[in-house]
């Protein structure tokens, strides 16, 4: 069976697996791991990391600013975990209030509009779970693309 080519979703340039130095450089906390990265990197600043231990990717590749919102999405599920709610939990009130199924639920594989989705769901969550709003943080307007 021929390995399924990963191609960049921003530009259509093919994807090349490459360690996390070749991202981070000095900074990269863990060198010896690995990422997909576009072929045009970093003119086109689109990356995933490889799950751990494999050269297979976590998800899909994505530019600075979805990155960003799968990295709030995680810490949002993070909170709630820490509120006291299980993990698995945490996905299953996802699933019931997204109408999406576990597998379509991993947050490396999600764009714009459902990280955002995830983290106001979720920070709904937490204000009626802790009675507070969320971290202090000012409520913001969600632009869905």
């Given amino acids: 069976m021929r390995k399924k080519e990963i191609k960049c979703p921003y530009c259509g340039s093919k994807a090349k697996l490459v360690h ?8 990269a906390t863990h060198p010896e791991r690995y990422a997909w990265a576009c072929a045009r990197f970093p003119q086109c600043d689109s990356y995933v990391s490889t799950i751990k231990g494999s050269t297979k990717p976590a998800g899909t590749l994505a530019d600075a600013q979805l990155r960003h919102e799968r990295i709030e999405a995680h810490r949002v599920i993070k909170k709630v975990v820490e509120s006291g709610m299980d993990q698995h939990s945490v996905y299953r009130y996802l699933e ?16 714009i509009y459902y990280c955002r989705l995830v983290q106001q769901i979720l920070k709904s969550l937490l204000e009626r779970r802790c009675g507070t709003s969320h971290a202090g943080a000012k409520p913001k307007v969600a632009v869905f693309h």
């Fill in 20 to 27: 996390f130095y070749d991202i981070y450089g000095k900074d």
């Fill in 96 to 111: 019931e209030r997204m109408g999406l199924q576990r597998d379509q639920l991993h947050i490396a594989s999600l764009g």
